[in-house]
C-alpha cells in the first residue's frame, strides 16, 4: 500500500493550489476569456491527468527507469531545442519556453528537472567508484549538466537553471565526490552564474531592485512592493478567501509565480504558515524514504528520493523567497501549487516515484 502520510501531504499541496488558484484567477479569466473559471476548469483538467500519470508511473518497476535514465534524458534535451526553433516554440513575454500542443502547452525545462534526477541516479549507481573517486567520474556528468542548462539559458529560464544545477550538485554531493572535487567544479559553477547575471540588464535590475523595492515601486520594483502589500494585508487570519486585492491587476501573474502572495493575503499568516509546513513534511517525508531505501541497499532509490526532495525544496524556497522580498525577482511555480499543467503533472510524477521507492523497499523488507 501507498505511504498514506505522502498521499495527503501531496493531495493537501494540490488542493491548496486549487482553491488558490480559483481565487487568483478569477478578474483575470474574465477580462482575457470572458469567463470567471476559466483556469478553475483547465486547472481541474490537469488534476486528473496528473494522477493518471501518477499512478501509471507508480506501476511500473523503478529497475525501468533505471536502464532508461539516458532515453529521457535525450528526449528532454530534444524537448529544449525544439523549444528554441522559430514557429514551433511559443513566446510569452520574451522569452520562448513552451511548445503548443493543441489548446494546452509543454514546458520542457519541467520535464528536463525530472529527466535529470533520472539520469543522475542511474548513472551514480553504474559509476560509483568513478564518481566518489575519480575526476572523470565527477566531470561527465557536468558535461551533460553544461548542456541542460545552456539550453535553458538561452529560452532564457533562469529560474529552471538554477534548480536544475543545484539539484544536480546536491545528488552529486550526497553520492560522495571528493569535496576538493566538487569545491573546484561549484565554484566555478557560481562563477559562470555570476557572469550570466550581469551580462544581461534586466537581470541587473531585477536585483538592484530587489535590494531595495520602494526605490521604484512603479516600474523595476512593482512586482515586489505590490507582493509585499499583499503580505500585509493578510495579517494575521487574511482578508478571507476570495477578498483579495492585490489579484485586482495589481500583483502580475497572480495565479502563477505569485499565487503564494495571493494566498498570504486571503488566509494570512496562519495560511501561509501552513502550506510552509506541508511542504516541510512533505521534503522530510521524501527524505526519509530516501534513507530507508539507502539503509535498504538500494541507492537508485535513494538518490531519486534525494533528487526530487531537493527539486521541491529549492523550488518553493526560491518561489516563496521571491514572493516575500528574501530573493530576487524570477519565474518560478511553486509546486503542486501555481498555475500551470506541466508543472503539475511533473510534480505529482515525481511523488509517484516517491512512492514507488518506498513500495520497493517495503517489499525488500526494508521497512516495517
Known sequence: MPDPGIIVLGVSLVLVGLIAISSASIEYAQINYNSTSFHTKRHLIYMVVAGIASIAVYRIPLEFWEETGWIWLFAALGLLILVLIPGVGREVNGSQRWLPLGPFTLQPS?????????????????????????????????????????????EPDFGATVIVAGSAFGMLFLAGVKLGHFLVVLAGALGALLVLVVSEPYRVKRLTAYTD???????????????????????????????????????????????????????????????????????????????????????????????????????????MGVSSGLLPTKGLTLPFVSYGGTSLIICCVMLALVLRVDCQVRLSGGRS
Open 110 to 154: 519541467e520535464f528536463a528537472k525530472l529527466a535529470m534526477i533520472v539520469y543522475l541516479a542511474g548513472y551514480m549507481v553504474r559509476r560509483e567508484h568513478e564518481v566518489r573517486h575519480q575526476w572523470q567520474g565527477f566531470l561527465k556528468p557536468m558535461a551533460v549538466l553544461f548542456a541542460a542548462t545552456l539550453l535553458l539559458m538561452v
Open 213 to 319: 523595492p520602494w526605490a521604484d515601486p512603479y516600474d523595476t520594483g512593482f512586482q515586489l512592493t505590490q507582493s509585499l502589500i499583499a503580505f500585509g494585508r493578510g495579517e494575521w487570519f487574511g482578508v478571507g478567501l476570495g477578498n483579495s486585492v492585490q489579484k485586482l491587476f495589481y500583483l502580475p501573474e497572480a495565479h502563477t509565480d505569485f499565487v503564494f502572495s495571493i494566498w498570504a493575503e486571503e488566509t494570512g499568516f496562519i495560511g501561509a504558515l501552513t502550506v510552509i509546513l506541508l511542504y516541510a513534511a512533505l521534503i522530510g517525508r521524501v527524505l526519509w524514504v530516501g534513507r530507508a531505501a539507502q539503509l535498504a541497499n538500494y541507492p537508485f532509490g535513494a538518490y531519486l528520493c534525494y533528487g526530487i526532495a531537493l527539486v521541491f525544496s529549492g523550488q518553493a524556497f526560491v518561489n
